[in-house]
């Protein structure tokens, strides 16, 4: 992140040309998942939260899907969201209610689950409000992209975002192949330490 | 929540008709998990433990039920207790000894799984024990009722029962129909926030 | 655990015998899952230091092996250990990169997860660093062992397994049939506390 905490990517071609490197930013889409705003009976107020807080921190929000509470319908738009952005939010459908078929939308499509995350954001959601724990929200990898389950509310969607927003880009860098086995040293003192020290040692914890 | 925590919920037929609100309590069953207590060869404190409990925070215990460490009778039991009750706790067999089933169980009839819920009652039962991570209770639904796992010990059961009904009468509303997506508004200031401002403005982070 | 913290059995046999009570160490396994250091081009640093751990807090470190990065070999090895320890620790594997399998093995072969310990691994390293929920790590039985997955980098592995180990002998201990349901007893005062009181009271929880 550079200091505003942005998100910065350097462009591979840049860095193969050699010529002035180009700041690539992270893509993100924004879906929202709600019987009501796909009918257009209600605006959407947290998708349009989400797009503001993702821009803030440096994403290109490159799509904006509205999606009825429906299973199928859901997989479908996460599939193709996937496909076009490397970070996909949906906000809405975690709750308890017949309809909330979000999370299990999302594990169908999913490679692996990420439990950690999701407990992050309830976790820090429940210094908000007690009910933030029954929110079923899941986080998950598809291919090198990371989908985001964040309430309906504007206000549980945005807390929930910036819960999980610290640790996506490192999430997306080691989903990218940006991993520290790609260097690996046969000998030498800090040849053991899978990670090594200095900024990035952190990533050395999964 | 009444002022004193107690739970009470207006009853449909007082609404509908516009004669005096009868409170209507909220229905609950306990369930013993324990072989000894099944045969008669201990005394059920924990249940009768959760019973006051339950009672003392506005509940009407309709049905206590003592059973034996077997996932086919838990199943049986737990079927039974979700047509008759609103909540239902188990106490006992969470645990990781050879017959501790009844997460299995509780499982097996559930249609979601509340995972927040089996967090809280594990980080608040922390602070009391650190082996409380070791239970594996699980909270989870079953039509509109919510069938909620705790220890077997005394202590352990009333704790956990404690970390969870604060959340407990919301998800229950939500499971009975009581979301505020009954009431969407087509325009207006306030249609974009799923969930509106006010007193209920906790409910929006599902 | 004895007062300086290391974890001590009384043998059977000793104990059968009515002769010199012989303390039993607690054995355990200790499994790198790393591509390269199971071709030789990359020191086991991490692996050593779970072995120092884990003896400095009474274990008998009965096995180190290095595995590489495939889901049927870890299955393998771990089948194995579980049999000759009763603590089997794996670092490696656990993150989100394309060969991380690790916890994917280990569900393959345990009979329970012990969702809670996972948690508490992870919400204990949040506070080292917040790139610690993306440890997508597992704790399960097999039989009457343990077996933890902790993160490849020495500190995180390290930080992981000070996490869990405060729980891991009581653990152990319910797997091996201690369990207070041996002695129930049919009346008196203490008869309901299905744990009694007293300095195991703790182990009441599950």
């Known amino acids: ?5 942005s998100v910065e990517r350097r462009g591979r071609e840049g860095e193969a040309t050699g010529l002035a ?3 690539v930013r992270l893509t993100a889409a ?5 019987d009501s705003c796909a009918q257009g009976l209600r605006h959407d107020t947290s998708g349009e939260a989400l797009q503001q807080e993702l821009r803030a921190r440096g994403f290109d929000v490159v799509r904006r899907v509205k999606v009825a509470d429906e299973m199928r319908e859901i997989e479908d738009v996460l599939r193709h969201a996937a496909r076009e952005a490397r970070l996909v939010v949906t ?24 439990e950690g995350v999701a407990e992050l954001m ?6 908000e409000t007690p009910m933030a724990v029954l929110s079923r929200g899941v986080c998950g990898t598809r291919g090198t992209s990371v989908i985001l389950n964040v309430p309906g509310s504007p206000a549980g969607a945005l807390s929930s975002l910036r819960a999980a927003l610290p ?16 260097t690996p040293s046969g000998s030498g003192t800090n040849a053991g330490n899978q990670q090594g020290p200095g900024p990035r040692a952190e990533s050395g914890r999964q």
């Open 1 to 5: 992140m550079t200091k505003d905490g």
């Open 21 to 23: 490197v180009e700041a």
């Open 30 to 34: 924004v879906i929202t998942v709600s």
């Open 91 to 114: 906000t809405g459908g975690t709750g308890i209610a017949a309809r909330d078929v979000t999370p299990e939308a999302t594990l169908a499509v999913c490679d692996r689950v990420l």
């Open 122 to 127: 309830r976790s820090e959601g429940r210094r």
């Open 167 to 182: 640790v996506l880009p490192h999430a997306l860098d080691l989903l990218g192949g940006k991993t520290e086995h790609e």
